[in-house]
């Protein structure tokens, strides 16, 4: 699965920006694996936000820090729960019909 | 027929289990050892766990001789624990759940231990012991809800057994507590240490604190063996645990006792807890290392009593 995603810094506001949009098979994948990611809240209680979105087929993540390697270790877990989510729907899935 | 799976990773144990009416159709676990004189951190922990988690689905299902489509509802732990950890555990459940198109339950790890214990020992009303590395409450269910009568006020007693293991450095495998109980019956001297029981709570920091100290200097002299050591902190520990069960009994009128949690394992508390109990005429009741350790049945078995009394609502909210 292609991630295509970029990264800057916003010269308005300071912050650092990062955004991620992961495409999968349909649109019932993609709100699955919004359901289970968006639940949990950042560990670090100030300096990151993050907004998870689904469009179509497509997860869309948006993350606004206030340092880089806050940013980087948020994405980075992220990565991580998204992996394993992936791999869970690849093992067990595809969903049942509703 | 009401089949519920669930999923169980708050500490270093990651155990999936399924239960069917009351019958425990599966239960495979995994246990994340740490080298002697190590503890386990969250962000390992997790990494263990995430290795391992989906095969242990798999095999729980298996074991079970079931499909996704037998099962009624999916239950996993909400917490307390590790967050790490837990995150991790719940990513999966809840995943499996939506592809899956069934219920998912959070339940309570500690209530988790208890309902297992209820239903493994047919206790009837139980004041209960939940004793583990993460907790230590005396625990009895009154007007429809587990209230705490007693507690440790700082740290657990497990917590306090694992952490001695590592200063003395003695295998956490398969657990350190179970290393120093096998330690404890080489004991032959009776080192005195502090014994703090705080009306109905207890304290394990300063024992800790004063043994640990004690270990560097007796054992460096040759006053007395480290399994000397590992009988005395059993001793103390759990004549501490034994007295504020004890008030907790005379308090609520109780004739039953049910251990549950990993040091529930340890035969020397039950023996202790059973002296105690013959002299009140009450009745003991522990289960063995399958459903004392963390498991995933015991998620289970809560989630099926939750979701026969109507927690059938998708609560998708952070563990």
């Known amino acids: 699965m292609a991630a295509p995603s970029s990264g800057d810094t916003n010269h308005e506001s300071g912050k650092h920006e990062f955004a991620l949009d992961i495409p999968f098979p349909s649109s019932r994948e993609a709100v699955i694996a919004l359901q289970s990611l968006s639940p949990d809240r950042e560990p670090r209680k100030g300096g990151i ?44 899935g595809p969903p049942v019909s509703q | 027929m009401t089949v519920v799976i669930g999923f169980e990773g708050s500490a270093n144990k990651i155990g999936i289990g399924i239960i069917r009416d009351g019958e425990v159709l599966s239960n495979p676990r995994r246990t994340y050892i740490t080298p002697p004189g190590q503890g386990f951190l969250p962000s390992e922990t997790a990494r263990h766990h995430r290795a391992v988690i989906l095969t242990v689905l798999q095999e729980a299902l298996e074991q079970a001789g ?23 555990v719940a990513l999966v459940a809840r995943t499996v759940a939506q592809l899956w198109g069934k219920p998912l339950l959070g339940v309570n790890h500690c209530i988790g231990h208890i309902e297992m214990g209820r239903l493994i020992t047919h206790a009837d009303n139980p004041t209960v012991l939940y004793v583990s590395g993460g907790n230590t409450q005396v625990i009895a269910y009154s007007e429809r809800r ?41 004991g032959s001297q009776y080192v005195e240490l502090p014994y703090t029981v705080k009306g109905m709570d207890v304290s394990f920091s300063g024992i800790l604190s004063y043994i640990e100290e004690a270990a560097h200097k007796m054992l460096e002299s040759g006053q007395c063996t480290a399994e000397d050591l590992c009988f005395s902190l059993q001793e103390t520990l759990f004549s501490m645990l034994v007295e504020i069960t004890e008030r907790a009994m005379a308090h609520c009128g109780s004739q039953e006792v049910l251990i549950v949690g990993g040091v529930g394992c340890n035969l020397r508390l039950q023996e202790m807890m059973g002296v105690m109990c013959k002299e009140r005429g009450a009745k003991l009741f522990a289960t063995d290392e399958r459903f004392c350790i963390d498991n995933g049945a015991m998620i289970a078995q809560a989630g099926w009593e939750m979701f026969r009394s109507g927690h059938t609502r998708w609560k998708n909210d952070e563990t």
């Open chain 1, 49 to 92: 936000s993050k907004q998870l979105s689904v469009s179509g087929s497509k997860l869309s993540v948006r993350w606004s820090a206030d340092e880089a390697r806050i940013l980087r270790v948020s994405v980075a877990s992220f990565l991580d729960h998204l992996s394993l989510v992936v791999e869970t729907m690849v093992m067990f």
């Open chain 2, 146 to 186: 587990y209230r705490i009568f007693g507690e440790t006020i700082d740290i657990a007693v497990g917590n306090c057994l694992d952490r001695f293991a590592r200063v003395i450095k003695i295998s956490n495998d398969p657990s350190p507590g179970y290393n120093i109980e096998q330690m404890a019956k080489k």
């Open chain 2, 66 to 88: 079931l499909k996704p489509a037998d099962v009624d509802c999916v239950a996993y732990t909400k917490g307390p624990g590790m967050g790490a950890p837990l995150v991790t």
